[in-house]
Each structure stands twice: as C-alpha cells, then as structure tokens.
C-alpha cells in the first residue's frame, strides 16, 4: 500500500526562524512529489519534483527530492505570518499525506 | 482559462440522510478527477478519483460513492449519512500527469452531520 508521511504534524515557530518540513513516502513507481500550501480552503501549487528536477527554489521557499533516501524537505527561510498554513506532500500526483500544520507567530 | 466549481460550501445535515456533493469543470475537457476528504488540520484523505465518464476508482471502502455523469462533472453521494461522515471534501482535478502534476482544487465542502 502507497505511504505518504509528513513530519512534525505542526509546528510554531517566530516570525524570522527558518523552518524544514519533512516527507517520507512509500510508493511504488515513483513519478512526482508535489508540495502544497493550505490557508483556508482550496491548497496552492508550490513545487513538483521528479528525478530530473531533484531542487526547486522559489523566494524564500526551497525543497529538494532525495530518492534514495525516498523523502523530500521544504525549507521557509525568514518565516513570516503570512506563512501560516497547513503544508501537504502528494506524491505520483494524488496520493497525499498527513499534512504539518505550520503557525508563525508575530 | 479553467476553473474549478463546488457546491455546496457549507452543508449541516442529520444523520440517515442522502448526500449529494457537485463538482464542475470548465474550460478544459478529459480532466482526470478527484474527491478528497480532510479531517480538521490534516491531509487529504482520497476517496475517489475518474479518468473519463462512467470511469471510477474507489480508494476507501465507505458509504460514499462517485459518478461521472459527464466529462466535466463529479457527484459525491450517500444514501445515508454516518456521523463520521463529517469533514471537509475537496474536488480537484488535473491533467493527465505525463503533461503535469499538479492538481487543481475547488473551494471545498464543508459537511456536518449531526
């Protein structure tokens, strides 16, 4: 069976710290790891790594794909409020997992 | 451009009763398409997904079920709702992912039974 696992399931941190989520997954023929923010509602696009795009970077978000240790991180550098949300990992485009909820406080 | 629609946003009702969950595409045609049920701050559950009409895949055994009725249409259904059945669901849909991965969502479904 397919297993996605986030770590930590939250986490609250200082405006200005810098933060690392973890996903761990489980799947077989691996396609894609794809990362989401979740505010509210609908969840936003931010990264999709394959094997040939192993490292993203987008202002001050990052996340690379290890495949041989079958996982991936997402960096925020200089956490801002704004930052707050809930992060989701999908991996071969639909499977999702738990979520790390992320709280930066002023 | 496409968008995503879902209705109802909000929707309280009591147990033993039918559910009917909508969920509408435009602007694109074939989409492969999703229903996703989150518990409160957690990830997304995948309940049901449908790569053409009449076509459903069935993740998680439960009293919910899917149609397809039309290319750009998706239906969340239950003939008789539990109490677990309370959550938020999420319609999504996406390419076919040897174009792109990334998924698409509507606003979201937020369904309490009492």
């Known amino acids: 069976e397919d297993k996605v696992v986030q770590s930590p399931l939250s986490l609250v941190v200082h405006e200005g710290d810098t933060v690392t989520l973890n996903c761990s997954y489980e799947v077989t023929n691996f396609r894609s790891l794809l990362w989401y923010k979740q505010e509210k509602k609908a969840p936003t696009f931010l990264f999709m790594l394959t094997s040939s795009g192993i490292e993203k970077k987008s202002g001050r978000l990052s996340s690379i794909l290890d495949k041989k240790e079958l996982s991936s991180i997402l960096n925020i550098t200089a956490t801002q409020t704004g930052d707050s949300a809930i992060y989701l990992c999908a991996v071969n485009q639909f499977y999702f997992g738990t979520g790390t909820s992320l709280t930066v406080i002023p | 451009s496409q968008t995503i629609h879902q209705w109802p946003a909000t929707l309280v009702q009591p147990v033993g009763s039918p559910l009917s969950l909508e969920c509408t595409v435009e602007?694109?045609?074939?989409?492969?398409l999703y229903w996703y049920r989150q518990a409160a701050g957690r990830g997304l559950q995948l309940l049901f997904y449908?790569?053409?009409?009449?076509?459903i895949s069935s993740e998680v055994p439960q009293n919910l079920s899917a149609s397809r009725p039309q290319d750009r249409q998706f239906i969340l259904s239950s003939k008789k709702l539990l109490l677990s059945d309370s959550g938020f669901y999420l319609c999504?849909?996406?390419?076919?992912?040897?174009?792109?991965?990334?998924?698409?969502f509507g606003e979201g479904s937020r369904l309490t039974v009492l």
């Open positions: 602007g694109t045609s074939n989409p492969n």
């Open positions: 999504a849909w996406s390419r076919d992912w040897r174009v792109t991965g990334e998924l698409f």
């Open positions: 449908s790569v053409g009409i009449g076509q």
